[in-house]
Structure formats: structure tokens, C-alpha cells
């Protein structure tokens, strides 16, 4: 196989993540996401169709921009309740041998040196399967709840951010050296005390003197995910992200987004090919055409017109809650709005608000596809083939029914045609998706932290430097 | 049986928890405390000894008093490395039905409303299994480490961590009320939003005005252990805790104890036999006394000396590294030695610095029992007998044998004696302990922030009250 498709589940520690309303059907099962049966059903489902990964997206915080409140969001469970991601990783690798396991976390709730520690626990628990899908951003509800031990609000999120994995790379690469536990019973030596490093961070954000609390994990860091569209958030993705999950409405937008983060990882020395892109999609599929087009008409008729304008208005900031759901867009004077819905919709098509929130109801703001497994699977490749994108982050209608049609109809089409794996790679999540080993590789920025020694000599003697200039 | 003698397992996510040195005996498996399986495996030996829990010990930070470095406690894997013990909780609810899990977790490093949404997850998965030992100190290298993520330094420690449960009461008990979570499909209402409360808490330390992000769990807030032996923290654990955690080397030193933390709980309005406390104990048995002794000697023989007075050192803020191991303490002018050893040893030997590292190298800081089934469980029931004690926390000395001893010698003895409980009551943990009901009574502090709108209406007049005596 040249190169395969690759699948990722795209879901979320709540009632029906991106599908409002349709925690309402009778097949649906979101509703018991308190349950760890639940996922490692899932998760069983997934390692049986030989995704990648589940990814687990996390808000922390609730939409009330839709009418100035949390009344819809709270009524239709969008997203809230909603627990924490990192207590899946360890259930989930109970129940698999192979899956990868994104984990979300923000860099602006949780201090990186406690962070770190948790991190490597997920790692070692799943013997280094773990990834971390790093955001920045966050609900407003979710800054204001968090009040003094969040950060300050005028930070900027990616400069904090930075300074965030760099803090994490120090601990997790650094800190303690390759051979420094060698549990030698005969000597009475479990660590060798001069191959473990203070790391001696001082930054603007910051402040870190001492050891990793951790033993270095089968991947010291994690797969890094990142899923920043905008400018920074593409820059920061550039750097440090091995995987990129992105969501466009068309193959036109997406080929060009593709070519452009591409180029700037080539441009930051990284190899481009060894950075995955998923793009978010959700797929409606049964046996034939026609039972697929039913099981849409289905699902359409439980989706929540205002909990999917609660999504919509707190993505975009809008309140579509001002607008009667016949309203054109077309028609409505503001430049946002036509902006977002040109984002979404690819500029083809005069919506009305309805519409819109039929559109976003299902599955989120990407694409949805139904049909055959013969026919999904002609325009998956399709896509892959004329956007250079190498995979899917695929979103749920209904779970776990949208996965397991997948598993039952889209994989095993898409594997009769060579274009999907077969079976997984040995190894860590890592080694599983890029072959070269266990650790991030040295055109990565975290190398450059893995001499912690250096490090440190090379800060101290820049210090001194910048004061002259200063002075 | 009038009253059971209750066990708990006292553990670490991390290397030989109390028992410095014992890492490198051929039978201690505490290495292992990375892989799921070692945790998964111990949780059901203790589940088959109907033990009411496991109690996972945390530090964040690390031992650096002993000759003012963190030499030995990096070469003797003195707590160091330590892995997050949040994460164990769902892998242990799933190797077991009924084991208590309980989960040490500071009021100094994590935001409360994070952390509220953390403990409730746990507690959701596992079904309502969960407690949190409420720790408020932390080793001055954490404090560091956490820079200005972390508390000031000079806040008064229990007065933050009073104000941390004050949140998460109003979180886990007021902001969603019974009820609230209907999941209706014919309605179409998943959740009743005016049942769901802002909390809208102002104090001195955290301001949280909005939602809690969970639905209840099956406990709302889980069990609340406490060890604080200080005044303080005495005063707090009257207050606040269900299970209390002690360290007493002599009988009457631990009668007194408990005869004075029961009259506080006593005081404080609330049932103190509805307090469960547990002392700290090791236990080395076999079929006979000699095997037994035999088994004591052999383990003594792997006691780290710096390892041990790693430990005390960090315990007490003296570097026990200025002695040689011949001083005798009586003969060192140093107050304060005199008066942790008198508390570790009841005051009735005089100790070589040798004897205390052999003392405190198995087990920490309880006394080490060590006999034949029928010795260990005379003494066990006497101690329970003289002191008003409810059980004991077990540490081990070499894991997981220590406790597979216990469980396959003590446990059938008192049993027979009918001494000790041979199987578990149902229902959550909290139902399990005091046969009351899933939630915290009427008689605890959390009950007053059950109906969150009375304390908000309270707190509002509360506040022009108080200005008013400040004009």
C-alpha cells in the first residue's frame, strides 16, 4: 500500500459531542459516557477497524452566546455536562492493545509541571500510546470560573503556549537522562542521582527549578495533536504538532490549507510527510445507497435547531439567536456572519439560519457524506487523492452506530481496494504512525532540550548578553 | 458482629513507598507501579481481604532536607519518581466490585473547579467508589516547582483549603440539583436548565461564579479521608472528614487521639461513630512465629540507611545526615529531635540514629507488628479494644506479599474470631462505611450548600452586613 487513508474517531468525554439533539435517538449511546464500559466497548470497536486513534476533545466551560444564555445549551446537554478526558486513557488502554489515545488539554488551566506528571502517567499506563491534543483557547465561562489560579487574561495564548511545551519538554526530555533508573538490586542503586538534571526554568510565564517527578514514559512526550486554524495556531502546529486535525467544507479549501501548513513545516526544518492531517467528517453509511439515505432522513429529524445554533453562536461568536430561522444569510447585513457561513458552506450556496443549523447538527462543521461504502469510499479517496490530506477525524450522528457502520462497511471497501490498513505497527503510538521510533525525532524543537545541561549553560550566558543590549 | 476491625491498604504511585531499600528485595514489585496490571492485581487481593479500600499516598515535590540535597532520594527511588494517582482510580474500579479507592489530592496545586470536575469523573466511573484524602502541605520543592501557578506562600494553608471544599460543596452538592437530568426523548429535554444553579462564589482565595460542569455522581461529593495531625488540621479533619488517618506509636498515645478527635467531631454537631479512623500499621506474618521473624529479619537486611533518614528528615525539617549512626539522641542537644522521636517511639528507649533509620525503614512511621496470625490478631483486637480505633491503615514492606500475607493469614483468623467483616455491604463506598445512604448527612458541613439559592440569598445580605461594621 503507497499510503493509506487513515482514520481517527473524533469524540468527546459528553452526551453527543457534535450531534445536538441526537443524544435523543433511541440507538444513541452518548448518554453513557459516565460509564467506562462504554468506552472501552468503543474503543474495542475502533481497534477492530484499525483507526489510528480516539481523540478526545475537551471544553472547559459552556456556550452562552445563543440568545445571552446557557438555557439551550444546558437543555440539550451540549457539551455540558462534560467529564474529564484524562481518566479515559487508562480504561481505554486496558480494553486494546493498539489504539492511540488523544488526550485534550489546555495549556492555560493546569500548571505545566503538574501536567507534566500526569502526561507521562498516560503514557506509561498505556505503554506509550498516548497523545496530547494541545489547545489554548477556551470557553470565556470557562476563564472566568477558574479565576485567579488561571492565567491572566490579557496573556497571549500562544506565547503561553510556547513557553508551555517548552516547560514540558525540559521535564519530559531533560530531566532525566537515558539510563538513569537502572533498579541495579545488587548495588542498592535504583537511579544514578547525576542523571537526573534540574532544569532550571525561568521564563515569563513560568518559573521551574527542579526535577520531572516522572521516569521517562515509552514516548517521553506524546504524540503532540494540535488543531489550530488560525494564524498563530497554524504557526504553533508548524512547529510542534504531529498531527493536525482540521475541518474544511470543501476539497478547494482544503487542498489549499494542506499545501500551506505543509510548506511551513518544511519551512520550520521538519519533515512534512511526517506530520498526519485529518479532516473532519462524518459519515452516514449502510449497506445501500438507499438505506444510507434513510438512516440520514432519521437522524436529520432529531436534531436540535437551537442546540445546534448554541454550537454555531459560541464557535463563532455570533448570536444566532437574533435571526427567525427562514432569515437569509444572504440578506442579513453582517459581514460576519457571511464569513463564517462562507467558511463553513465553501461560498456555494445561499443558506437560510435553518438550514445552517440543519447543516451544523450533525457532526459539526465538517462535511457530512452519505451513502454506500461504495460510494463513501470513491470520495474519500477522492479527497485524499486531489487534497493531499492524509486522513479522516471522523464525528459521530449517532454513537456507537456511526462507528461501527464504518468498521462493518467503509473499512473493509476500503481495504478490498489496498487503500486502508490492514493491521497495525508494532510499537508506540508513535512508532505505530511514523515508524522511526519511540521518541520525537531530532528535527523536532523538544531536541533541543534533551541536553539539559547545555541548556542551561546556553540561557545563562544569554541572559548576561541581553542585559549589555539593554543596558 | 458488634464492631468489625476495618483495613486499608496504604499505597504510592510510586517505588517503595514507605519502606526505603526494600525495592531491591527479590520478592518487592513495587518497580512495577507504572503497569495497570500490578495495580489491578493488588486492588483484587485486597478486595478478596474485604478490605474497605486502597489509599493512594501523594507528593508533589521531593525529599531534600538529608544532608540538604536530593542525592539519596533520587538513588533509593525515594518517592521519587511519583506518578499521578488520580488516573489509577478507573483501572482499579474496574478490577474490582467493591474496594474502596481512595485518591490524594492537594488544595494547593489545582484550581477548584477543575478539580471538582476531576473527582466527580472518578466517581462516575467508578460508581460511586470513590474518596479524596484532603492534603493541604506539600514539600517546599513543589511549592517552587508550581511558581506562580501555585498559591502564595504565605496563605494560611487550611484556611484555603476550608475555602476549596467550600466550592467544591457548592459545586458537587448545589449546582445541579436532584433531579435536573431527566434525558427525556419524548420531550426532548435532557436537562431541566432551571435546576441547574450558578454557584456564584466570591471568597477570598477563588471566585467560581458559574456552573458546575458535571452531572451528580453517584456519591456527589466522594468519601472525604483526612490525616492532618496538627491543630489545624485536627480541627479541619472534625469538621470535614469521614475517614481519619493516624500515625501513633503506643497505645495510650493513640487512645488520647482518639478519645480527642471524637470528642471534636462530637462538638462540631455530627455522630463521631459515623468517623472512621484508621492508624497506620505494618504487618509481617506467616503460618508461625518463626517463619515470621524470619521473614522480618531478611527484610531488615535491605533497609536503606540514607534512604530511611531520607524520609525522616523530610518528615521532621532535620537533617538527620549531621549524625553518625552511633549518636545516641539523648546525647544530641537538639530539641526537636528529642520530640520526634519520643512521638515516633512513645518516649519509653533511647534510640541510636542507626536504630531510628532500622525504625523507620519498614513501614514509615507506625509501629511494625510482626508474629503469627494468632499474635497479630490478639494484638490488633487489643489495640482496637484500649483505643476506641475503628482499624488500621496498612503499609507493606514488600508489595504486593505484605498484603497477600495479611490476606491469606490474618484475615481468616480474625474472621474467625468474628472479628472482622466477610463480605462487603452494597451501595457506594460512603454505603459500604456507614450504611447511611450514598450522600454526605445532614449533620456534615456540605448539607448548607445544598440549596444553593438560599446561600447565595445569605451571602448577599452577608456582605453589606459586614461592610457595615467595616464603615
Same mark, same amino acid.
Given at each position: 500500500?503507497?499510503?493509506?487513508?487513515?482514520?481517527?474517531? &473524533?469524540?468527546?468525554?459528553?452526551?453527543?459531542?457534535?450531534?445536538?439533539?441526537?443524544?435523543?435517538?433511541?440507538?444513541?449511546?452518548?448518554?453513557?459516557?459516565?460509564?467506562?464500559?462504554?468506552?472501552?466497548?468503543?474503543?474495542?470497536?475502533?481497534?477492530?477497524?484499525?483507526?489510528?486513534?480516539?481523540?478526545?476533545?475537551?471544553?472547559?466551560?459552556?456556550?452562552?452566546?445563543?440568545?445571552?444564555?446557557?438555557?439551550?445549551?444546558?437543555?440539550?446537554?451540549?457539551?455540558?455536562?462534560?467529564?474529564?478526558?484524562?481518566? !479515559?486513557?487508562?480504561?481505554?488502554?486496558?480494553?486494546?492493545?493498539?489504539?492511540?489515545?488523544?488526550?485534550?488539554?489546555?495549556?492555560?488551566?493546569?500548571?505545566?509541571?503538574?501536567?507534566?506528571?500526569?502526561?507521562?502517567?498516560?503514557?506509561?499506563?498505556?505503554?506509550?500510546? =498516548?497523545?496530547?491534543?494541545?489547545?489554548?483557547?477556551?470557553?470565556?465561562?470557562?476563564?472566568?470560573?477558574?479565576?485567579?489560579?488561571?492565567?491572566?487574561?490579557?496573556?497571549?495564548?500562544?506565547?503561553?503556549?510556547?513557553?508551555?511545551?517548552?516547560?514540558?519538554?525540559?521535564?519530559?526530555?531533560? #530531566?532525566?537522562?537515558?539510563?538513569?533508573?537502572?533498579?541495579?538490586?545488587?548495588?542498592?542503586?535504583?537511579?544514578?542521582?547525576?542523571?537526573?538534571?534540574?532544569?532550571?526554568?525561568?521564563?515569563? &510565564?513560568?518559573? =521551574?527549578?527542579?526535577?520531572?517527578?516522572?521516569?521517562?514514559?515509552?514516548?517521553?512526550?506524546?504524540?503532540?495533536?494540535?488543531?489550530?486554524?488560525?494564524?498563530?495556531?497554524?504557526?504553533?502546529?508548524?512547529?510542534?504538532?504531529?498531527?493536525?486535525?482540521?475541518?474544511?467544507?470543501?476539497?478547494?479549501?482544503?487542498?489549499?490549507?494542506?499545501?500551506?501548513?505543509?510548506?511551513?513545516?518544511?519551512?520550520?526544518?521538519?519533515?512534512?510527510?511526517?506530520?498526519?492531517?485529518?479532516?473532519?467528517?462524518?459519515?452516514?453509511?449502510?449497506?445501500?445507497?438507499?438505506?444510507?439515505?434513510?438512516?440520514?432522513?432519521?437522524?436529520?429529524?432529531? =436534531?436540535?435547531?437551537?442546540?445546534?445554533?448554541?454550537?454555531? #453562536?459560541?464557535?463563532?461568536?455570533?448570536?444566532?439567536?437574533?435571526?427567525?430561522?427562514?432569515?437569509?444569510?444572504?440578506?442579513?447585513?453582517?459581514?460576519?456572519?457571511? #464569513?463564517?457561513?462562507?467558511?463553513?458552506?465553501?461560498?456555494?450556496?445561499?443558506?437560510?439560519?435553518?438550514?445552517?443549523?440543519?447543516?451544523?447538527?450533525?457532526?459539526?462543521?465538517?462535511?457530512?457524506?452519505?451513502? #454506500?461504502?461504495?460510494?463513501?469510499?470513491?470520495? !474519500?479517496?477522492?479527497?485524499?487523492?486531489?487534497?493531499?490530506?492524509?486522513?479522516?477525524?471522523?464525528?459521530?450522528?449517532?454513537?456507537?452506530?456511526?462507528?461501527?457502520?464504518?468498521?462493518?462497511?467503509?473499512?473493509?471497501?476500503?481495504?478490498?481496494?489496498?487503500?486502508?490498513?490492514?493491521?497495525?505497527?508494532?510499537?508506540?503510538?508513535?512508532?505505530?504512525?511514523?515508524?522511526?521510533?519511540?521518541?520525537?525525532?531530532?528535527?523536532?524543537?523538544?531536541?533541543?532540550?534533551?541536553?539539559?545541561?547545555?541548556?542551561?549553560?546556553?540561557?545563562?550566558?544569554?541572559?548576561?548578553? !541581553?542585559?549589555?543590549?539593554?543596558?
Amino acid at each position: 500500500m503507497a499510503r493509506p487513508i487513515r482514520f481517527n474517531a &473524533f469524540d468527546m468525554n459528553c452526551v453527543g459531542h457534535q450531534s445536538p439533539g441526537l443524544w435523543a435517538h433511541p440507538r444513541d449511546k452518548s448518554w453513557k459516557y459516565k460509564d467506562l464500559d462504554y468506552w472501552q466497548d468503543l474503543a474495542r470497536t475502533l481497534e477492530r477497524g484499525v483507526f489510528d486513534g480516539i481523540f478526545i476533545a475537551d471544553v472547559i466551560g459552556y456556550y452562552d452566546v445563543y440568545k445571552g444564555s446557557n438555557y439551550h445549551a444546558i437543555h440539550q446537554a451540549a457539551q455540558l455536562p462534560v467529564n474529564d478526558p484524562m481518566q !479515559l486513557a487508562a480504561p481505554i488502554a486496558l480494553a486494546t492493545e493498539h489504539l492511540g489515545i488523544g488526550i485534550t488539554a489546555s495549556t492555560s488551566f493546569e500548571h505545566p509541571y503538574t501536567f507534566a506528571r500526569r502526561l507521562a502517567t498516560a503514557d506509561h499506563h498505556s505503554k506509550g500510546r =498516548v497523545g496530547w491534543n494541545i489547545v489554548t483557547s477556551y470557553l470565556e465561562s470557562g476563564a472566568k470560573n477558574v479565576g485567579q489560579g488561571g492565567l491572566r487574561r490579557h496573556d497571549n495564548r500562544y506565547e503561553v503556549a510556547a513557553e508551555y511545551v517548552e516547560v514540558l519538554y525540559k521535564l519530559l526530555e531533560g #530531566s532525566w537522562e537515558e539510563g538513569a533508573v537502572v533498579r541495579d538490586g545488587e548495588k542498592r542503586i535504583f537511579t544514578h542521582p547525576e542523571k537526573v538534571h534540574e532544569i532550571a526554568h525561568k521564563g515569563k &510565564f513560568f518559573e =521551574v527549578p527542579g526535577y520531572g517527578l516522572t521516569e521517562p514514559s515509552p514516548q517521553r512526550t506524546p504524540v503532540l495533536y494540535q488543531a489550530g486554524a488560525s494564524g498563530p495556531g497554524k504557526a504553533f502546529a508548524a512547529a510542534h504538532a504531529e498531527c493536525i486535525f482540521v475541518a474544511a467544507p470543501t476539497k478547494s479549501v482544503l487542498k489549499a490549507y494542506v499545501a500551506d501548513i505543509r510548506q511551513r513545516i518544511a519551512a520550520a526544518g521538519r519533515d512534512p510527510k511526517k506530520v498526519f492531517i485529518y479532516t473532519l467528517i462524518t459519515i452516514i453509511t449502510d449497506e445501500t445507497e438507499d438505506k444510507a439515505q434513510k438512516k440520514f432522513e432519521d437522524y436529520k429529524s432529531y =436534531v436540535s435547531y437551537d442546540g445546534s445554533l448554541t454550537f454555531m #453562536s459560541g464557535w463563532s461568536g455570533i448570536d444566532f439567536g437574533q435571526f427567525a430561522p427562514t432569515d437569509v444569510v444572504e440578506r442579513i447585513e453582517t459581514n460576519a456572519i457571511h #464569513s463564517f457561513v462562507e467558511h463553513i458552506a465553501g461560498g456555494d450556496k445561499s443558506w437560510t439560519i435553518d438550514e445552517l443549523a440543519q447543516f451544523g447538527g450533525i457532526g459539526g462543521m465538517g462535511p457530512v457524506c452519505v451513502g #454506500s461504502p461504495e460510494r463513501i469510499s470513491d470520495i !474519500l479517496q477522492e479527497w485524499v487523492a486531489d487534497t493531499d490530506v492524509d486522513g479522516f477525524n471522523i464525528a459521530y450522528a449517532v454513537t456507537p452506530d456511526s462507528f461501527e457502520d464504518i468498521v462493518a462497511h467503509i473499512v473493509p471497501e476500503l481495504q478490498k481496494r489496498g487503500a486502508y490498513p490492514t493491521e497495525y505497527k508494532p510499537g508506540t503510538l508513535r512508532e505505530k504512525l511514523f515508524g522511526d521510533g519511540p521518541y520525537l525525532p531530532k528535527t523536532h524543537p523538544a531536541d533541543g532540550y534533551r541536553d539539559i545541561e547545555a541548556v542551561k549553560r546556553r540561557e545563562a550566558e544569554a541572559v548576561p548578553a !541581553l542585559k549589555t543590549v539593554g543596558a
